[in-house]
C-alpha cells in the first residue's frame, strides 16, 4: 500500500502539468480504484477554469470520459478474471473482502442508488465498479448509471473548484471528511436491513 501511494504521489506534480491529457490520465486512474485523489483534481481544474487556464466544458467532458475509461477497463478485467483480478488487491489492501460483499450487496439490491448518488461517495465509489462486475450486472446497465453518475460527479467538483478558487483546499476537506461519514452511514443501514431481512427470512422458514 505505501508503494502504491508513494507511486500515485509521484506522478500527479506530473499529470498536472499535462493539461488536458492530465485530466484524462488522472480520472482514468480514479476509474481503476486506485487511491487516486480524483476530488482535488476535478477541483483544481475547477480553479483553473475559474482563471480562464483550461475550458469548462472540455474539463468535464474529458474528465468524464476518462473516468468512465477507467471503470471499463476494471469492469471488463473482474468479469473475465475475476479472483485473479481481486486477490492481489486484497493483499495490498486496495480492496477489502468483507466491503466487497457489503457493495456487491448494496449493488444487487439499489443498483441506481449505488452507480449513481454512490459516485460521490468515496468508499462506495471505489467498490462499486468492481462490485457491478462482480454480481453480472449486464455492461449496458452499467454504462447508463455511470456515465450519469460521472458527470454528475465531475460537474460538482469542477464546480466547487471554480466557485471557491484558493480556499478549495478547505473546502475538500469539509466535504471529503462529510462524505466518508455519509459512507460509513449508507453502509451501516445497509447492513442493519439485510441483518433484520435474513433475521425475518431464518424466522418464517423456522414456523
Known amino acids: 500500500m505505501e508503494y502504491v501511494m508513494t507511486w500515485i504521489h ?3 506534480s506530473t499529470i498536472v502539468s499535462l493539461g488536458y491529457p492530465g485530466v484524462f490520465i488522472a480520472m482514468v486512474l480514479e476509474g481503476l480504484g486506485l487511491p487516486f485523489p ?11 477554469v475559474s482563471e480562464r487556464e483550461m ?7 474529458i ?9 471499463s477497463i476494471i469492469f471488463w478485467m473482474v468479469r473475465k478474471f475475476g479472483s485473479p483480478v481481486l486477490k ?18 448494496l449493488i444487487t439490491r439499489y443498483s441506481a442508488l ?16 468492481y462490485a457491478a462486475s462482480f454480481v453480472g450486472m449486464p455492461y ?22 471554480f466557485w471557491f478558487g484558493e480556499n478549495v483546499q478547505t473546502l475538500l476537506k469539509h466535504v471529503q471528511s462529510t462524505l466518508m461519514w455519509v459512507t460509513i452511514v449508507i453502509v451501516l443501514l445497509a447492513l442493519l436491513v439485510f441483518v433484520i431481512r435474513r433475521l425475518q427470512s431464518s424466522s418464517r422458514s423456522g414456523q
Open 38 to 48: 480524483g476530488d482535488a483534481f476535478l477541483a483544481f481544474y475547477g480553479y483553473a
Open 114 to 129: 449505488v452507480l449513481i448518488p454512490g459516485r460521490f461517495l468515496p468508499g462506495i465509489r471505489s467498490l462499486s465498479t
Open 140 to 161: 449496458s446497465t452499467f454504462t447508463s448509471y455511470t456515465i450519469v453518475g460521472s458527470v454528475l460527479w465531475c460537474g460538482m467538483w469542477i464546480g466547487l473548484g
Open 88 to 105: 492481489p488487491l486484497y493483499r495490498i489492501h486496495i480492496l477489502s473482502p468483507a466491503r466487497m460483499e457489503h457493495t456487491s450487496a
Open 10 to 12: 509521484n506522478i500527479s
Open 55 to 61: 475550458n469548462g466544458i472540455a474539463v468535464l467532458c
Open 63 to 71: 474528465g468524464s470520459l476518462g473516468y468512465f475509461a477507467g471503470v
